[in-house]
């Protein structure tokens, strides 16, 4: 989501200064590769980078081919394969054991459903959605049509298929991504075979720090770097400042009755409960535990949090055990001591969490992304 954010952010800063851009996508990966599908870089005429699609091998190359973009002002299919001994020769020397395509795209901002509108549109509203983008790679001389369609839940749909007599399966499999949050990549069939790319695209992870102190400066800190957004709620109009927490997305003083009613709640939501006080927490949480939240983290010891929901038991409707959603202590066993350390611990979890992950050391897996040639065919017959 971050990287969305720079993307605009330069993009505009770009135009602003009369500059021609280019974005270049990861559309597909089969086998290793440093970054997944969706993986973003915006490059200007006077090669400016934002964003990444490697681990610094493939940008240069990119770059290259999307000044020539720009020039053509058509739709590029790159394919970097890695597997091949032929790439070490060209310098580009990965090293990581995968096919990689990349779609490289001219940003026209004369056109209403540019890639950038569609990021735009997208971060404009606090909802998931689905992104379509287009491309041939059996057969690269054919046109690309790249990003061309943005998909909410709702049906609303903003851009255009070019494909009329498949529109209605892959919208079919859009709705399936945006229920079901797996991103695909699936093949099609009308007169000739082209391939979406129907990325889901999830809204910034909203964090809610309940407690002021000086312990929450870090965590804040953190967050904001990883692109989330923040608020930070106390019941003290003297510790929830801007002085202390300068770009916050909301700054709340409110009793534990008012919190829940004054913040916009939705699946993307995380509850971080460090106040310190004892009265407020119990509070609090008998208004939390009844949201379909999916992460409410409490900090302190076991002991303090059991206590604190046989309290509350009777108003909750609780059994004696710690809810699935209830983590505390809050954070990941990685030894932390001081609240730097603690907000690194606390994040990784909610990151975990949020991820369906168990926070295990990636040498313990086999695989670290699952990145197999999963595109499915859908064979079509059309006259």
């Known amino acids: 989501m971050k990287e969305l954010k720079d993307i605009i952010e330069a993009y505009d800063k770009a135009k602003q200064a009369g500059k021609q851009t280019a974005l270049a996508t990861v559309v597909h990966v089969e086998g290793s590769s440093y970054r997944r599908a969706g993986a973003r870089m915006l490059v200007t005429d006077d090669g400016q980078l934002t964003g990444a699609i490697s681990g610094g091998c493939l940008e240069g190359d990119a770059l290259r081919k999307a000044q020539l973009v720009m020039v053509q002002q058509k739709p590029m299919l790159v394919t970097y394969d890695t597997t091949d001994d032929d790439d070490a020769k060209f310098g580009i020397g990965l090293g990581c054991n995968g096919i990689i395509h ?41 046109e690309q049509h790249g990003t061309c ?40 069939y009308y007169q000739d075979s082209f391939t979406c790319f129907i990325e889901l695209l999830q809204p910034a992870v909203s964090l809610v720090i309940v407690g002021a102190g000086n312990d929450a400066i870090p965590l804040f800190q953190m967050a904001k770097v990883l692109g989330w957004q923040v608020t930070i709620v106390d019941g003290r109009n003297n510790y929830a400042t801007v002085t202390r927490f300068p770009q916050a997305h909301q700054l709340l003083i409110a009793k534990p009755a008012d919190v829940t009613t004054q913040i916009q709640v939705d699946e993307r939501t995380v509850f971080m409960l460090m106040t310190h006080n004892y009265n407020y927490d119990a509070a609090l949480l008998t208004y939390l535990l009844k949201i379909p939240l999916t992460y409410i983290g409490v900090l302190g010891p076991k002991k303090r949090l059991h206590r604190i929901l046989e309290e509350i038991a009777p108003q909750t409707d609780l ?50 992304h699952d990145r197999a040639n999963n595109m499915d065919l859908l064979p079509l017959i059309t006259r």
């Open 149 to 188: 369609l943005l998909y909410h839940k709702n049906g609303e749909m903003l851009g255009s298929l070019p494909y009329g007599a498949v529109s209605k399966s892959i919208l079919f499999d859009a709705e399936y991504v945006l229920l079901n949050g797996n991103t695909n990549t699936k093949t099609y």
């Open 319 to 368: 059994a004696k055990n710690i809810p699935a959603n209830l983590y505390g202590p809050a954070g990941l066993d990685i030894g932390s001591e001081n609240a730097e350390e603690i907000a690194l611990a606390i994040l990784s979890e909610i990151q975990s969490v949020l991820n369906k992950r168990n926070g295990a050391p990636l040498r313990t897996k086999p695989i670290i």
């Open 102 to 142: 990349i779609l490289i795209e001219p940003i026209n901002e004369g056109h209403p459903t540019n890639p950038i509108a569609f990021f735009k549109h997208f971060l404009s509203k606090r909802e998931p959605v689905v992104l379509i983008t287009i491309f041939n790679m059996e057969n690269r001389r054919a």
